[in-house]
């Protein structure tokens, strides 16, 4: 009988944030069109290194399976990615999981993005009403300017485009491609746009959209492709002609 062709995985794994980080090896039996999700919830059945030595099954986050919410990016093969899409076919052997570095590690994989969360909250990234009542139909959209809102309302803050930019790191506090493309998204839709000052302002900081070294791995590396550089370019603008008004007292 032939032998049973194995897979074997390397993961990085850290007990809580303030713990050393370390790595383990596992072997689990080959499967076609595995991905990582698939592949880590069979470590998971009989969780054993390498070597046969019992341990804990790794932690890592996980929802939709359908590259659609974003929890399970992680760093694979030092590509960050979206484990349910990643497939062990197309990655090179042994594969390497380890989680994102510029998010403070909960455990193993698992990382909190609260940061990127709180630049969300900071650009109001929501459109407002009034009441709960029937407002009737809002403004509508032309087609074009409808379809340049899509692309930006499929972010699903995986947190991907902060991972791979120089200006996020230990000292910065960059508002990250997140948000500004978030801004632009509220800034362009109609009743979003009554809070398009606060919005700006909250661009015009220290550490808002003018931060940005232009580095463009953001618009490379996103999952849904969202042309995040023109956004940084629209907001850009937009926060100039802004403080320029604010200056004159336009």
């Known amino acids: 009988m032939a032998q049973e062709e194995q897979l074997t995985l390397r993961i990085k794994r850290q007990k809580d944030d303030?713990?050393?980080?370390?790595?383990?090896?596992?072997?689990?039996p080959y499967q076609r069109n595995l991905?990582?999700?698939?592949?880590?919830?069979?470590?998971?059945?009989?969780?054993?290194?390498?070597?046969?030595?019992g341990t804990t099954a790794p932690a890592w986050e996980m929802n939709c399976l359908e590259n659609v919410c974003g929890s399970?990016?992680?760093?694979?093969?030092?590509?960050?990615?979206?484990?349910?899409?990643?497939?062990?076919?197309?990655?090179?052997?042994?594969?390497?999981?380890a989680p994102m570095t510029k998010f403070p590690v909960v455990k193993d994989l698992v990382v909190d993005r609260s940061?990127?969360?709180?630049?969300?909250?900071?650009?109001?990234?929501?459109?407002?009403?009034?009441g709960t009542y029937d407002l009737g139909p809002g403004p509508r959209l032309s087609e074009t300017e409808?379809?340049?809102?899509?692309?930006?309302?499929?972010?699903?803050?995986?947190?991907?485009?902060?991972?791979?930019?120089?200006?996020?790191?230990?000292?910065?506090?960059?508002?990250?491609?997140?948000?500004i493309g978030q801004a632009r998204l509220f800034n362009h839709h109609p009743t979003g746009a009554m809070n398009k000052d606060e919005r700006l302002e909250a661009l015009a900081d220290q550490d808002g959209v003018t931060t940005c070294?232009?580095?463009?791995?953001?618009?490379?590396?996103?999952?849904?492709?969202?042309?995040?550089?023109?956004?940084?370019?629209?907001?850009?603008?937009?926060?100039?002609?802004?403080?320029?008004?604010?200056?004159?007292?336009?």
């Open 18 to 28: 303030e713990s050393t980080p370390y790595w383990e090896e596992y072997v689990i």
């Open 35 to 53: 991905n990582i999700i698939a592949a880590l919830m069979e470590i998971r059945k009989d969780p054993k290194t390498k070597s046969g030595e």
């Open 72 to 97: 399970c990016t992680m760093v694979i093969n030092g590509k960050v990615q979206q484990a349910c899409t990643a497939l062990v076919d197309q990655l090179e052997k042994p594969i390497t999981i």
């Open 115 to 130: 940061r990127m969360f709180s630049n969300l909250k900071k650009i109001r990234a929501w459109i407002p009403i009034d």
């Open 146 to 179: 409808r379809q340049k809102n899509y692309h930006y309302s499929q972010c699903m803050t995986c947190g991907v485009c902060l991972e791979v930019c120089p200006q996020v790191n230990e000292h910065s506090n960059f508002i990250g491609a997140t948000a």
């Open 213 to 250: 070294g232009n580095a463009q791995n953001c618009v490379k590396a996103c999952p849904k492709e969202i042309p995040l550089t023109e956004a940084i370019a629209e907001m850009n603008r937009d926060v100039t002609v802004y403080k320029f008004k604010k200056f004159f007292g336009g």
